[in-house]
């Protein structure tokens, strides 16, 4: 069956430093995966698209890889700031191009 | 710009009472409209998606249902409540990029059944 895993323990890290959620799946032959930030109590809002020919993709503090041999994606936030404390989804299509979601890893940066 | 509308916020419902969220769309028009549900400490799962009015496609059966009477609105229903229908119920609307498709949800309600 298909499989979308995220680091199931919460991450606790101090302003400045960097952060890495991993995203790893299995069944999928994704053409794409996306990353969605949410805050509590909130719906998720949409981060990055990166495609499965593209190994890294960048947006201000934030750096994703896709590594499609490994099945395999990267999260990273560097320089981390108290505002960046949430929970961050990866999402891929599946079969029929819906797409799902992992459970999330909930960041909590300490100032 | 487009906004999406979703509501109420928080429902505490008793088992075996009806149930009806809305959402609707702003800004835009015929988009894919999804209704999600989280459970806590878990990955969303697709409830309904609907691509035009009247179209509606369950992922999940289950004690709920959706409808779409017009192009912006997308209804999910209850008649009789259970308590594991409680969770978190988020509206979407799909906008599809050359790639795939990027999903803009809305805040969510929160429905406790006692």
């Known amino acids: 069956s298909q499989k979308i895993e995220q680091n199931s323990e919460a991450l606790n890290i101090q302003e400045g430093k960097t952060a890495t959620l991993t995203c790893n799946y299995t069944n999928y032959s994704p053409a794409y995966l996306q990353w969605y930030r949410q805050d509590p109590g909130r719906g998720p809002v949409f981060l990055l698209l990166i495609r499965e020919n593209e190994k890294e993709k960048r947006k201000e503090r934030l750096k994703v890889t896709f590594d499609t041999t490994l099945k395999q994606s990267l999260f990273h936030i560097t320089a981390s700031q108290p505002a960046d404390s949430a929970t961050y989804l990866c999402?891929?299509?599946?079969?029929?191009?819906?797409?799902?979601f992992g459970a999330g890893t909930t960041v909590t940066v300490r100032a | 710009s487009q906004t999406i509308h979703q509501w109420p916020a928080t429902l505490v419902q008793p088992v075996g009472s009806p149930l009806s969220l809305e959402c609707t769309v702003e800004g835009t028009s015929n988009p894919n409209l999804y209704w999600y549900r989280q459970a806590a400490g878990r990955g969303l799962q697709l409830l309904f998606y609907?691509?035009?009015?009247?179209?509606i496609s369950s992922e999940v059966p289950q004690n709920l249902s959706a409808s779409r009477p017009q192009d912006r609105q997308f209804i999910l229903s209850s008649k009789k409540l259970l308590l594991s229908d409680s969770g978190f119920y988020l509206c979407a609307w799909g906008r599809i990029t050359g790639v795939g498709e990027k999903l803009f949800f809305g805040s969510g309600t929160q429905l406790s059944v006692l």
């Open positions: 609907s691509v035009g009015i009247g179209q």
């Open positions: 999402a891929l299509p599946n079969n029929d191009y819906k797409l799902s």
